[in-house]
Each structure stands twice: as structure tokens, then as C-alpha cells.
């Protein structure tokens, strides 16, 4: 449990093999974890015959600065199975486990708390649910041919943001309107962790959580429509493999223009029409004796850079600057409105699981010709924006393949 004033805390360290200083910068907090509510879904595979238990997110409130806490560190966690004695506790860095030897409509509890990187533990919270079988959308969320990841978007660019971190942008057919989807109007509630995107297949503007609730509007293909809860705050798009209907009714409405348009989120995006690793290094941070200073970034799922103010949400983990003694690079999609956060692939770190997420953009280089864009010039609009948009964002312009 943290014992000192809340506020921001700084570790240094230093390695004297490789001559490197280690920082970590945490939030020493005093207020625990909480969960807004608790539910839990046990989905069985009916290819791997396993079973994914999933329980509610939890938060770390902000501190009374306003600073974000200082993030879920871990869950534990155990579960009973048809009314029998529950299992050992667990840790879990995420609320999603793999319990064997389930049959589905089989009756699963479990009971779980969270610690914060403070040492802050809130209070233990139970639920109990029946296996049910993933639906035939889940089934196809796990075989990555079938993902739809090349789509046409409203801005007339095709963007891949799928989290293999393939992202191959071609020029496609300008699509003036939005083909018109079937509306389906029924709440749905996330299942497993997912993207959430500014239009079916493109950019990622968050990151849609377990237990959240998603009032659909409309679909098209493997995507969904509508109004995303939790930290999202808006409407976007998800695919129906992280969804499960609960209700024929929902509250609330969505515009009838389906997208959000870049320009309200993004200040600089990483080339519009193109096919390479979109990649830059970080800033090589040194210390006074000119040593390079590793620091732990952050990792957030949300942080709403579609409105005024931004803020982090939903710490997924951390990602390292240096690897081997070196500057890391690391996949970047674009810079929030505000310049404060960049869309971030994690693929090349430990720390964290694999998702496009958002880390602060003053750990990458500035937004200059010899700086994020490594040296290609930036242009002022891209060259394959639909008709309509008038204000897309600056981007990088690279004049071949890397």
C-alpha cells in the first residue's frame, strides 16, 4: 500500500554493464482499484474445446490533481464450477482467463480484486455464469483470412490497422456516400477486447473493452455501428466477434454519417497511401554524463482524442524506448488533434499484448522533415480523401517503400 502524498513518483537506476539509466515515472496513489460494475462470460471454442472466462474491467481513479492513478497492475482471482470448492487464488494481468474442461451451459463463479502499481487493492467482487459457444463471428475473428481488413473507408483510402501490424494502404474507388447497411438498433455488450475505429476497417481511435456496452445502430460486413460506453464515449465501429446481443433496445442516438472524420482526431498521419512499415525511433533521451535513459512508457486504450479534452484511460501495460542499449522503433499510425498522444502498434515489446493503443507523442521525434517522418517531407492533405473532406490532416509522404 503506498504510504506517502499522492502525487508523481520518479525512479532512476542504472545498469553499469550496458550504461544505460532506467527510469520509471508512477503514480503514488492511495486510492484502490474499483469496479463500476461486475460481470463475467465464459465463451467455449468449439474448435480448441477451450473456454475463455472473462470478468469486468477495473479502474484506477485519477488522482485529486486531476493525474491519471497509477494503473491496474494485476487482477486476482478464482473461480468454482457447478457449485464445487473454488480454485486457488491467481494473478492475471488481464481479465480474460482460460479455464479448462468446461461444457457448455455449465455454471462458472468467480470472485476477483484488483492492485494497482501503487500496491493499492480494492474490494473482492463475485458473479457467477453459464459456458455458452462462441458465436459463428468469434469463430471467424480467429482465422485471420477472414477478417476483413482491406475494406474501402468513407475517407477513399484503404488502411489496414488489423493488429498483425500489416498495414498496406492502397488508393481504391472514391466512394462519394456511404454504402447503405442493413440498421440493426439492439444493445450489445463487448466480450472480448477489440478496436474501435473511426469507420469499419480503417483507423483506430480506441480500444473497446470487456463488459462495455455498445448500443448498435447499424452494420455492414463484419462491423458494427453505434455508440460505444465505457471510456470510448462515442460512435464508431467494432467488429461483431468481440459482441453479444443483450437487449432489442437502446437509448440514445448516432449520426447518420458513419465515420468520424481524421480531422477531428488527428493532427499528422502516418502516410495515407502506401505499403510500408510505418516505423520511426524514439527519442534518445540522455542523461547529464550522456548515458541513454530507458524509461517505461505508459500504454493506454483510450483516450478520446475526438474530443477537446484528452485524457488516458484503460493502462493496458508499458512499452520500453531502448532495446539493446539502443533507441527502439515503433509502429505509428498518426498524432492526436492536441499532439499530446500518437496510435501506437505494441508489437515489439513484452510488456504489454500486442493492440494498437496510445502512448504520448513527446517520446517520439518531433513532427518536423528530419524528425517522425525520417526525413520525407509532410504535405498538407492526402491525396486519396473523398469527396467531402475538406479538412483532412497533414501526413507523411514517402516516396516509395522502406
Request: aromatic fraction near 10%.
Amino acid at each position: 500500500m503506498a504510504t506517502g502524498p499522492e502525487g508523481k513518483l520518479t525512479i532512476y537506476c542504472s545498469n553499469v554493464l550496458d550504461e544505460v539509466e532506467r527510469t520509471k515515472e508512477i503514480e503514488a496513489d492511495k486510492t484502490p482499484p474499483v469496479f463500476r460494475e461486475f460481470e463475467a462470460s465464459a465463451y467455449r471454442n468449439p474448435q480448441t474445446g477451450g473456454t475463455t472466462l472473462g470478468f469486468s474491467e477495473s479502474e484506477d481513479p485519477s488522482l485529486p490533481d486531476g493525474e491519471p492513478g497509477s494503473g491496474v497492475a494485476f487482477y486476482t482471482y478464482r473461480y468454482s464450477i457447478n457449485g464445487g470448492a473454488f480454485s486457488t487464488w491467481q494473478q492475471t494481468e488481464f481479465p480474460e482467463v482460460e479455464v479448462p474442461g468446461l461444457s457448455v451451459g455449465e455454471s462458472i463463479a468467480v470472485e476477483a480484486y484488483a492492485t494497482d502499481y501503487a500496491g493499492n487493492v480494492s474490494t473482492t467482487h463475485s458473479t457467477s455464469t453459464k459456458v455458452e459457444v462462441e458465436s459463428e463471428e468469434a469463430d471467424k475473428e480467429e482465422d485471420p483470412s477472414l477478417k476483413e481488413a482491406n475494406q474501402p473507408t468513407w475517407e477513399g483510402t484503404v488502411m489496414n490497422d488489423s493488429e498483425d501490424d500489416t498495414e498496406e494502404a492502397q488508393p481504391s474507388v472514391q466512394l462519394s456516400e456511404p454504402i447503405a447497411p442493413a440498421f440493426t438498433k439492439a444493445r450489445y455488450k463487448i466480450i472480448s477486447r477489440g478496436t474501435f475505429r473511426d469507420t469499419a476497417g480503417s483507423l483506430v481511435v480506441g480500444m473497446a473493452n470487456l463488459g462495455v456496452t455498445f448500443d448498435v445502430k447499424t452494420e455492414s460486413g463484419s462491423w458494427f455501428y453505434g455508440m460505444l460506453y465505457g471510456h470510448a464515449l462515442k460512435c464508431g465501429w467494432v467488429e461483431k466477434g468481440h459482441t453479444e446481443k443483450t437487449s432489442s433496445t437502446i437509448s440514445g442516438a448516432c449520426p447518420a454519417t458513419h465515420y468520424i472524420d481524421p480531422s477531428n482526431f488527428a493532427t499528422l498521419v502516418n502516410c495515407d497511401s502506401c505499403n510500408k512499415s510505418t516505423e520511426t525511433h524514439f527519442k534518445a533521451f540522455k542523461n547529464a554524463e550522456g548515458k541513454l535513459i530507458e524509461t517505461m512508457i505508459p500504454v493506454y486504450g483510450n483516450v478520446r482524442p475526438y474530443d477537446k479534452t484528452e485524457e488516458p484511460h484503460n493502462r493496458v501495460g508499458w512499452i520500453s524506448n531502448v532495446k539493446n542499449g539502443q533507441p527502439a522503433t515503433v509502429g505509428w499510425r498518426y498524432i492526436t488533434k492536441s499532439g499530446t498522444y500518437a496510435m501506437v502498434s505494441t508489437k515489439e515489446t513484452a510488456h504489454v499484448p500486442h493492440v494498437w493503443a496510445f502512448i504520448e507523442a513527446k517520446y517520439l521525434p518531433a513532427p518536423d522533415q528530419e524528425g517522425i517522418c525520417e526525413g520525407e517531407p509532410i504535405v498538407e492533405e492526402a491525396k486519396f480523401k473523398a469527396k467531402g473532406h475538406k479538412n483532412w490532416p497533414r501526413i507523411c509522404e514517402y516516396k516509395g517503400t522502406k
